[in-house]
């Protein structure tokens, strides 16, 4: 069976991203290039979208193009226990955040509470408090 060759705006919208987002990855080294043939147009493969959806993926879980790069070296030789430090450490800095986001979400919730009691159209508790922290 041959492998289907298409161009870069096929790969493009194969991949669910932009010809500039290919072009991107090609320049931080994620997706290599492929070779131009004289007085021709570069073919990419369907491996190659596959490694572009890796790398979106791998996005949407919050990894850095950095740290993708690195999950992308060890999956060639199927390193999982690496991979999986590398995940670990990630899911810890997610906890973090969403800890984070929480007391966030905790005190802004206490502050719309304290507005919408407040009667007071000149001192408002939001900004009251925002002042303060800048103090």
Not at 60 to 84: A, M
Request: glycine fraction near 6%.
């Amino acid at each position: 069976m041959t492998q289907k060759n298409f161009t870069i705006g096929v790969l493009a919208n194969k991949a669910g991203v932009t010809v500039e987002t290919i072009r991107f990855y090609q320049r931080r080294g994620l997706l290599a290039v492929p070779v131009k043939p004289l007085k021709g147009v570069r073919h990419y493969t369907e491996g190659d979208a596959q490694r572009v959806r890796f790398i979106k993926e791998g996005q949407k879980l919050g990894f850095t193009l950095d740290e993708i790069t690195e999950l992308l070296s060890l999956e060639e030789d199927r390193h999982c226990r690496e991979v999986k430090v590398i995940a670990l450490k990630k899911l810890g800095l997610i906890r973090e955040r969403i800890e984070s986001l929480r007391k966030m979400e905790s005190t802004l919730s206490d502050l719309v509470e304290r507005c919408a009691g407040n009667n007071d159209s000149i001192a408002c508790p939001i900004i009251e408090s925002l002042s303060q922290a800048s103090k």
